[in-house]
RNA sequence: GUGGCUGUAGCUCAAUCGGUUAGAGCGCUGGACUGUGGCUCCAGAGGUUGCGGGUUCGAUUCCCGUCAGCCACCCCA
């Protein structure tokens, strides 16, 4: 033995590169329906397109190195800033908005976890250059008809949507936050449901232990869930009503619920974000994005609103599992070639080679065996049907061609089985 | 990077109080079965008990370390 693959990496067996190509197949199937295109960039990238935005500290969850040319180099942890470059540098001449979509292997070096390993493959969807709450919507119900691709209802899976414009313009004008205080209040949010005790200190510290400030903004977070509709009366709330308006159109209401205590990343986005999770939180996020207009202007300096989301195949693939939403393995093969005897064995060749000439997926056993050995073979295979070859067929120009699932035979002329029997 | 829990065959699990050569089912290979798979029966392969050290006459079992997995923290770009 020589081990296993690195610590957070992954072997794919056929069965389980089965499913990841089920994942990425509904993913580019849905993506398409949307009008998205697809993109691609490099796997490795100059480290400091993700220093530039996030600080150095981020290098510690990067897998980050010095190439032989001494260049600091990175395996990409996203895709956003390749997508800022590359749209930043096409800026002119790409009609807006663009509807572009990539499916990276992506890579950070964190402890793993279930649903968090040190590489995944995660689709990206994104459009650039409408800032209007529409664009909102067409990712998020993209997102939700990825979902019901998988066959997975609002019974399953939910949208959680928030616009931390409400959020703050609701502290800054009620609980009178100062414009420096803001992230860690809003760290504070983030924590209050999963670690009240946690969130509680955050807050206390962030607003410099002014108890007269830290009781209403408490009072304010843990009536977040069921002040929802008050806020939402408020003019910030405008696009985020839009929003949820529009996906109600599209009949994907039933997926969505507003929740103001999604707080998402702090340094990145800039509106309505949201977030797709298991009914029950059993797993991580399935999904998680949100509006971003001010980065492609940060890393490519030209000017373009932005809205996306990310999702991974390692939470989704835990999903599915979970609910028994793999796909049966379709057939690989049509049809298991039998030589009864060893004279059977060339014209079971020539069978075989002239029927892959027209492209019908054909296997036949390497080792000559007896007839029970080759049938076993043909159905551990999952072979629909066994073509069995033998002096007396060969002497009539016929073979048998057995059903593996229902077990009847019918002979049939070489020349119809080569004339359009596979199609 | 910090803390907690768990590591026995490919998988699921046994192994008495620390006691002989670490077992079973499933799976895998071969055979019973010479022109017909799934059933049944027989046999076989497969283990450095994660790894290293310690205690002991003797360690899968107890102790320490380490690695890995899981969980929480950090982070979620």
Request: with cysteine.
């Amino acid at each position: 033995m020589q081990g296993k693959a690195l610590p957070g990496f992954r072997d794919f067996y056929p069965e389980e590169l089965a499913l990841r190509n089920h994942i990425f197949a509904v993913w580019r199937s849905v993506a398409r329906r949307y009008g998205f295109e697809e993109y691609d960039g490099p796997p490795l990238e100059p480290l400091e397109i993700y220093t530039q935005k996030s600080g150095e500290e981020i290098v510690e969850q990067l897998y980050a190195f010095e190439d032989k040319g001494g260049r600091k180099v990175a395996l990409r942890p996203e895709m956003t800033p390749t997508l800022a470059r590359m749209v930043g540098e096409r800026a002119q001449a790409l009609k807006k908005p663009i509807r572009w979509f990539a499916i990276p292997q992506l890579f950070r070096y964190e402890r793993q976890q279930r649903g968090r390993l040190r590489e995944h493959f995660q689709l990206n969807m994104d459009v650039i250059g409408e800032a209007g709450p529409a664009a909102d919507a067409e990712v998020m119900a993209a997102a939700l008809d990825i979902m019901r691709a998988f066959g997975l209802g609002p019974a399953e899976v939910r949208l959680r949507i928030s616009d931390r414009r409400v959020v703050v313009a609701k502290l800054r004008h009620s609980h009178h936050v100062a414009a420096d205080e803001l992230v860690p209040v809003l760290a504070a949010l983030d924590k209050w449901e999963r670690a009240p005790a946690d969130s509680e200190r955050l807050l206390t510290d962030a607003l410099r232990a002014d108890r007269a400030r830290v009781r209403p903004v408490l009072e304010f977070m843990s009536g977040l869930r069921d002040g929802a509709a008050e806020l939402r009366e408020s003019a910030a709330a405008e696009p985020l009503n839009e929003c949820v308006q529009r996906l109600g159109a599209m009949g994907l209401g039933p997926f969505v619920e507003v929740d103001f205590t999604i707080v998402r990343g702090l340094a990145y986005y800039t509106g309505i974000v949201f977030e797709l999770f298991d009914q029950g939180r059993s797993l991580r996020a399935i999904c998680g994005g949100g509006r971003y207009d001010d980065l492609i202007k940060a890393i490519a300096g030209v000017d373009l609103p932005c809205v996306g989301f990310g999702m991974g195949d390692v939470v989704l693939g835990e999903l599915l599992k979970d609910r028994a939403k793999q796909p049966e393995a379709p057939a690989q093969l049509d049809a298991f070639l039998v030589a009864v005897s060893g004279e059977d064995v060339e014209p079971v060749l020539k069978l075989a080679h002239e029927l892959r000439d027209q492209g019908v997926a054909v296997e036949y056993g390497l080792r000559h065996a007896a007839i029970r050995k080759q049938l076993e073979l043909a159905a551990a295979r999952g072979a629909p049907r066994a073509v069995i070859v033998g002096p007396d067929e060969r002497a009539a120009s016929e073979v048998v061609v057995r059903d593996l699932n229902a077990g009847t035979e019918e002979k049939v002329p070489v020349a119809r089985l080569l004339n359009g029997f596979f199609r």
